[in-house]
């Protein structure tokens, strides 16, 4: 019995349907110095059920930490500390967190531990990129991973034993400062460039409130806003909650070699060629047709695309297509006949080098 691969195909023209939906301001943008922080600190694990580890580092540590509460071990006493285990910690600080709120953070074995399940958190000072301490972590560890070993050598082990978070585990000690405060303005920055959604972005705004808003470049959008922080506030709380209409994206082909999935972009032409491949014919015809109303009715005169496919698998190895078809239905009838995704992918590499796409295409 011959296996047929299933090509994973989405097109973006037919989920979308021939109309773009409106889209939040509050879903497309970001405000400029509205931004999450990074932490990251060193610390000790303790309470391991003999899963810990024992090096250099972590026996140094150790010692250190004991010195700071005035014990003071020989130098040439090497603990036993298979119960303790080096870690990295580290965190988001998102704006406007207050010292004595809480974060999340995620443990990770710095060394050779092989579990962290069941171990504690000592106090951690979480840094950031500026050398300055932000929180302080400390907590007990909920791990979902584990492992196991035999005395012959044979180990199971499940998900990640070694990572492990511990919720609402760091208090904040110090604020971020964000510029959100100042000036006479306030930034949007786009999350997907485009000059057209930029300029459509302002243009929303200035229907709401003339004048305020200006496009910068294919990213930005400049926004007038009141110096009163609690005005600013309301006013960024209505502008984010207006609807718009983003640009199309640009004509792309995306190819992943690996998984065989492709994604074609609706704005994605054929100009006219023929490509020869495998034992697969495939006829495209485009046609226009024109719907008129009588002359007392009432509506539009509209024009309609009709496509017609014709499908064989002969000695005949031709595909003919006329132009402006799109890329989707090329690819929909290799699919009817069960063409493997490498089929695919060599036709659209075959016609990208012929000039035949209006797009661009790339593989990942």
Request: negative net charge.
């Amino acid at each position: 019995m011959k296996a047929v691969i299933k090509i994973t195909l989405i097109l973006s023209g037919l989920i979308l349907s021939t109309a773009s939906y409106a889209q939040r301001i509050k879903d497309a943008v970001d405000v400029a110095g509205v931004r999450t922080n990074q932490l990251i600190g060193y610390g000790l694990v303790v309470g391991l059920p003999g899963t810990g580890e024992q090096s250099p580092f972590t026996e140094q540590s150790f010692k250190t930490m004991l010195s700071n509460f005035g014990i003071t071990m020989p130098e040439n006493l090497k603990p036993k500390i298979k119960n303790v285990a080096a870690v990295a910690v580290h965190a988001e600080l998102n704006a406007f967190k207050k010292p004595g709120q809480t974060i999340d953070v995620t443990v990770s074995s710095m060394g050779s531990a092989q579990s962290l399940r069941g171990g504690t958190l000592l106090q951690t000072i979480l840094m950031g990129i500026d050398g300055n301490a932000y929180a302080v972590a400390q907590g007990s560890l909920v791990v979902s991973g584990l492992g196991a070993e035999g005395l012959d050598g044979s180990k199971v082990v499940v998900n990640t034993p070694t990572v492990g978070r511990i919720a609402n585990g760091a208090t904040v000690e110090r604020e971020v400062a964000s510029p959100f405060a100042h000036g006479d303005h306030i930034t949007l920055n786009l999350r997907k460039t485009d000059f057209t959604t930029a300029k459509r972005l302002a243009d929303t705004i200035n229907d709401l409130v003339p004048g305020v808003a200006r496009a910068l470049d294919a990213a930005s959008v400049q926004v007038d806003a009141p110096r009163d922080i609690s005005d600013r506030v309301g006013f960024l709380s209505v502008i984010e909650n207006l609807e718009f209409e983003p640009a199309k994206g640009s004509a792309k082909i995306i190819v992943n070699s690996r998984t065989g999935t492709i994604v074609i972009g609706s704005e994605v032409k054929l100009l006219a060629a023929a490509v020869t491949h495998g034992g697969i014919t495939v006829n495209i015809n485009e046609l226009r047709d024109v719907s008129q109303p009588n002359a007392f009715a009432e509506g539009e005169t509209v024009v309609t695309n009709q496509s017609t496919i014709n499908v064989t698998q002969s000695d005949a190895r031709m595909f003919v297509f006329e132009p402006g078809v799109t890329l989707d239905t090329l690819v929909r009838a290799i699919n009817g006949v069960g063409a493997g995704p490498g089929d695919v992918m060599a036709i659209l590499e075959a016609l990208d080098q012929a000039g035949a796409i209006r797009g661009e295409l790339i593989i990942i």
